[in-house]
């Protein structure tokens, strides 16, 4: 696999380039419809020497995913290094890559398209992803338990239970689903939040960011 790179050296800030231009042409057409030619052509390049950056036109694909599931990684990532407490930034991670999910399927449906496609084949990039939101909810719970917030035995395994309990939220053909369908997933986002809390060892309602509980019925 081709990992994003920063710029630095002359082949890494070549293959920004690369990428940046890819991702322009993966938001306007699609991945599935652009070429390493057209991305060749945008950078007045042979298709040869794309290929000296990166393997293959997966690669390329790839690693604009991997960009793009950063960028939901690094919100969750900066509410997890503010003052707030457990409590208060699990509940706003949760929320806040939900509502990134939703948005990305209004606001760049051809990119949402790229990660569904990512998700469904399981690329690496997919599951470095899945490692580092985990890693950043055991780095919480394990705050919370030293806070006496949470009463769980293993921080690990209670945050790749809090990461399987958000899949619905995070999902893209999950979300796209309700999305079509109209289904109201906030209150159901609320509702995921305040199980997860208890199951923390906290109660849903004590002290609990997410508002009060859910009326009867509601879906």
Same mark, same amino acid.
């Given at each position: 696999?081709?990992? %994003? ?8 800030? &070549?293959?920004?380039?690369? *990428?940046?231009?890819?991702?322009? $042409?993966? #938001?306007?057409?699609?991945?599935? !419809? ?59 991670? *949760? ?6 999910? !939703? &948005?990305?399927?209004?606001?760049? !449906? ?18 470095? $992803? ?5 890693? /950043? ?7 919370? &338990? ?20 958000? /899949? %619905? ?20 986002? #609320?509702?995921? /939040?305040?199980?997860? *809390?208890?199951? *923390?060892? !906290? ?5 609990? %960011? ?10």
């Amino acid at each position: 696999m081709d990992y %994003p790179v920063r710029p630095g050296t002359d082949t890494e800030r &070549m293959r920004v380039r690369i *990428l940046d231009v890819a991702e322009e $042409h993966f #938001r306007r057409i699609g991945h599935h !419809k652009t070429s390493v030619a057209d991305i060749a052509s945008e950078l007045g390049m042979s298709r040869a020497n794309i290929y000296r950056f990166f393997s293959s036109k997966d690669a390329i694909s790839e690693s604009v995913c991997g960009r793009i599931v950063n960028d939901a990684a690094d919100v969750a990532l900066t509410i997890a290094r503010t003052s707030a407490s457990p409590l208060e930034k699990l509940n706003r991670i *949760l929320t806040a890559v939900h509502h990134h999910t !939703k &948005m990305q399927l209004t606001e760049a !449906k051809r990119i949402h398209d790229l990660i569904t496609a990512a998700v469904r084949e399981n690329w690496a990039a997919i599951k470095a $992803h899945d490692e580092r939101m985990i890693a /950043i909810f055991e780095a919480i719970i394990r705050e919370g &338990m030293e806070a006496g917030a949470f009463e769980v035995e293993d921080a690990a395994e209670a945050a790749r239970a809090v990461n399987t309990a958000f /899949i %619905p939220f995070v999902h893209p053909s999950l979300i796209e689903h309700c999305v079509l369908h109209s289904e109201d997933t906030e209150v159901a986002l #609320r509702e995921q /939040i305040r199980f997860v *809390l208890k199951a *923390l060892g !906290k109660s849903g309602n004590a002290g609990c %960011p997410c508002g009060g509980p859910a009326k009867s019925g509601a879906a």
